[in-house]
């Protein structure tokens, strides 16, 4: 295996110095031992004349497999990254490392940076080699005395200790007792030991281990992150995620580059890692870059709620209409997220021209992806006259159109079920329904209408989605009669409902003739139903999974048809 020497750290290394680094990189280290008293006294030697922290990555063969200048914080090489992942599993490498300065002043060892490298790459061990800058070197009985003042050794434990702690720092010792030390017999007792707990934790094939990641900033309460992390659990649940933690910041704003702090972002690596995770969901919308470090630092794939949202849409499409429109808002989300890979991607071709660079594949794939933006957008000016020639024919024909809204998982699609007897698709899930379904019933005066169910709203819907399914939405500013159907039992109706009028303000709607259904009132208190009804325009009380209040509902849609239309109710009556 060849080694990497990776000197981004370290300037001005003299020549002689740089060759001491590669004739260390040569060295293998015996594999029953941690280390050797010769590595050990090369290392040492190197810091004490440069100054500077010198980290090795050595394998269980004893190979060195890479040498970085600097601290164990800067030590990035993809042996570590998702090699032998998993709850279950430590990396097969560990990290030695020297560090300048006496046992007297570090009496405990590795710091907490240091112990997070070794959780986040699950390291076998950590070797910290103590280097006094004032010792001297004695080799008069081939023993190395000094600079090197004592070994700090620290491994991963299979569950939390007493402190809450996931590793643990052994007591120091000298360079010939970590030598004798028998490494193997150690690391193979460790990983049956985390063999035994890994049962656990299992993973499915295919499955994603998600952790959510919520930021309360300034005016909000650790109790509303909850809720909206709770929501967001729903949704990574819908999408297909299991959700195994979840972490929170109180920031006044997002960090630019980490969307957390550095600190934060180092305890998130370590949860993802005792849980076995794969995937992290950003309650909020991240930016390219954000996104991109984030992944780099924590080494799984991160999304945001937008891209979570867009990602259980493309499921739930079903039709060649819904499938148009959430391509459309994908390809909007994913083009500024593009990242091109340098002059090494050009484009290059023959002739008078094209010789030099050419066109970059980066550049390739923004002009297909805009090529492919214009044709969809000019497809869903096509559903929008295809359904504005649907609309003009319902007012040729005088058919008052009522269009059931609200926030997504309220009960809509079981309200229409139970008000048309029909069978449209019914589920405990966000986002069940996506594609408007339109069916037609009567009054109790026995006068026809249309009753359409419209995709559900959500806290934060990505404008990217409400600008393509804008052909689909229209269905509610177009109608005569809103129904905001309210799911009553919610412990968090009441920011429900303001997210539902701030989205109708959006599309210009809220100024709707609105009707108000309290759905799921047989799993609501009476005296909240009380207390919305106080508070909410046009209150019915209903249980659509039960059928009651169906009657009152529809009589109050007949009322509010006689209002608002009365020419429509005479003539189809």
């Not at 989300?333 to 002059?343: E, F, H, N, S």
């Not at 933006?373 to 005088?398: F, G, H, V, W």
């Not at 809204?405 to 048309?420: E, I, M």
Request: charge should be neutral; charged fraction near 25%; include cysteine.
């Amino acid at each position: 295996m060849q080694a990497k020497l990776d000197l981004a750290k370290a300037k001005g290394l003299k020549k002689s110095e740089i060759k001491q680094l590669q004739r260390m990189m040569q060295e293998r280290i015996p594999e029953r031992s941690v280390l050797s008293a010769t590595l050990a006294e090369s290392m040492a030697a190197f810091s004490n004349e440069t100054g500077l922290s010198l980290c090795l990555v050595v394998n269980r063969r004893g190979q060195i497999v890479n040498v970085t200048v600097g601290h164990p914080r800067d030590v990035v090489i993809p042996e570590l990254r998702g090699l032998r992942h998993g709850p279950g599993r430590l990396s097969g490498h560990r990290l030695i490392y020297t560090h300048n300065g006496s046992l007297a002043k570090n009496a405990n060892g590795p710091n907490k940076e240091d112990l997070q490298c070794l959780a986040r790459n699950r390291l076998d061990f950590l070797v910290q080699i103590l280097v006094d800058p004032q010792g001297e070197f004695s080799r008069s009985r081939g023993e190395q005395t000094r600079p090197v003042d004592a070994i700090f050794r620290a491994h991963l434990l299979p569950v939390r200790d007493g402190n809450g702690q996931i590793w643990k720092v052994l007591p120091p010792c000298t360079v010939r007792e970590a030598e004798n030390e028998e490494f193997d017999k150690v690391i193979s007792a460790l990983e049956d030991e985390f063999k035994r707990v890994a049962p656990r934790f299992p993973i499915a094939d295919g499955e994603e281990r998600a952790v959510l990641v919520g930021l309360i900033q300034e005016g909000q309460d650790s109790w509303q992150i909850e809720d909206e992390l709770d929501e967001l659990s729903q949704l990574a649940r819908t999408a297909g995620a299991t959700v195994r933690g979840r972490l929170t910041q109180a920031r006044l704003q997002p960090d630019p580059k980490f969307f957390l702090g550095s600190g934060k972002v180092q305890e998130l690596a370590l949860q993802i890692q005792e849980l076995g995770a794969n995937l992290v969901v950003i309650d909020h919308e991240l930016s390219a870059n954000q996104q991109r470090n984030l992944e780099e630092a924590l080494g799984v794939k991160v999304i945001d709620r937008t891209e979570l949202i867009l990602d259980i849409f493309a499921q739930r499409a079903n039709t060649k209409e819904g499938k148009l429109q959430i391509e459309l808002a994908q390809l909007q989300y994913l083009y500024p997220r593009l990242v091109g890979q340098g002059p090494t991607l050009s484009r290059l071709g023959g002739g008078i021209g094209t010789r030099g660079p050419g066109e970059t594949k980066l550049e390739v794939d923004r002009r297909r992806i805009r090529d492919r933006i214009n044709l969809l957008a000019k497809e869903t000016l096509r559903i929008r006259s295809y359904r504005d020639t649907q609309r003009r024919r319902r007012i040729t024909e005088k058919l008052p159109v009522v269009a059931l809204t609200g926030y997504t998982n309220s009960g809509k699609s079981t309200l229409l079920n139970a008000l048309t007897k029909s069978a449209s698709l019914v589920e405990d899930k966000l986002f069940a329904t996506l594609d408007p379904s339109t069916r037609r019933t009567v009054l109790p005066d026995h006068s026809p209408i249309l009753i359409t169910d419209t995709v559900g709203f959500i806290r934060k819907l990505p404008p990217s989605l409400v600008t393509a399914f804008g052909a689909t939405l229209e269905e509610v500013v177009v109608a005569d009669i809103l129904v905001h159907v309210v799911d009553a039992s919610h412990p968090n109706v009441m920011e429900q409902i303001e997210s539902v009028h701030d989205a109708l303000s959006e599309l210009q709607a809220v100024d709707r003739p609105m009707i108000t259904v309290l759905n799921k009132a047989d799993a609501a208190r009476h005296e909240d139903l009380m207390w919305l009804s106080s508070q909410l325009p046009n209150p019915v009380v209903v249980s659509a999974r039960e059928r009651t209040g169906l009657g009152r509902l529809m009589d109050k849609i007949q009322e509010l048809v006689q209002e608002v239309c009365p020419e429509r109710s005479r003539s189809t009556a």
